[in-house]
């Protein structure tokens, strides 16, 4: 049987002499999100509060259907644990994972876990911004949140990692850090040497279309693709017209998509 664990100092000692999958069993807490194959929950160890999401078997018939669909199925923890500690490595701000465990080889049999440390007081993004159309972030504030999703985006794609749901509401921002976005909600993240050219499409027109609603000028979008890029305006938008052109065109038909 396959087999991979990775376990912070706490939790080697705090399950000394046990399996961690049994220990995982036992974790008693407010559950969050429970479906077939996947289980997330709020659970205390030592006075520090963790999240756990725990993923069951997946069965072929839930493996098809995504790949009828044009959907990579997701099966187990891993790729989240892989991708948050790419994130980590890049400086992004994202979920920090202290465990992370997988057992089995077939997908109705595998079994794994990734425990992360509870961020605290934190509120979306797409909370944050809902209240923008009537009643507009100073300069600053527009400025400094437009700089650190095009850093987070170029940063993450930069590195070959597609996150695949990249919108608004998997942004978290700090109450009490305000400065600091958190990206999570990375379980169907990709990570390639190289991301090519549909996949930032997808993320970015994603992005696009989850802010669309909030009161964003041209200005704001011209920024964005300036930052992204790193490059001059100028030659962003005569080199990359078409690249931009298609994010665009990807955002429209996830609106009309979602109505």
């Not at 706490?10 to 999958?21: E, H, I, L, M, N």
């Not at 597609?162 to 379980?187: G, V």
Request: charged letters at 30%.
């Amino acid at each position: 049987m396959s087999r991979e664990m990775h376990l912070h100092e706490t939790f080697r000692r705090a399950w000394a002499g046990r399996d961690p999958f049994a220990a995982v069993a036992a974790l008693q807490g407010p559950v969050y999100r429970a479906q077939q194959s996947r289980r997330t929950l709020r659970f205390e160890l030592e006075g520090e509060s963790y999240f756990l999401k725990h993923h069951g078997g997946t069965g072929w018939g839930e493996i098809f259907k995504n790949l009828l669909s044009g959907r990579l199925p997701v099966v187990g923890a891993r790729n989240e644990w892989r991708a948050l500690r790419r994130l980590r490595e890049l400086g992004v701000d994202t979920l920090e994972p202290v465990a992370y465990g997988r057992r089995g080889w077939l997908p109705s049999r595998l079994e794994s876990f990734l425990i992360t440390r509870d961020l605290g007081e934190v509120e979306s993004l797409e909370d944050v911004c809902a209240t923008w159309p009537e009643h507009p972030p100073g300069f600053a504030d527009r400025l400094f949140l437009t700089r650190r999703l095009a850093d987070t985006a170029r940063l993450m794609h930069g590195s070959g990692l597609c996150h695949r749901d990249f919108y608004l509401c998997h942004f978290l921002r700090s109450r009490q850090q305000p400065e600091r976005l958190f990206l999570i909600d990375l379980h169907r993240a990709l990570l390639k040497r190289r991301l090519g050219r549909r996949w930032l499409v997808k993320d970015l027109g994603s992005l696009w279309f989850s802010a669309m609603e909030i009161g964003l000028t041209q200005r704001d979008l011209l920024r964005f693709a300036r930052l992204y890029s790193g490059q001059p305006l100028r030659r962003t938008l005569t080199e990359d017209r078409r690249f931009w052109n298609a994010v665009s065109q990807r955002a429209q038909a996830l609106k009309r998509k979602h109505g």
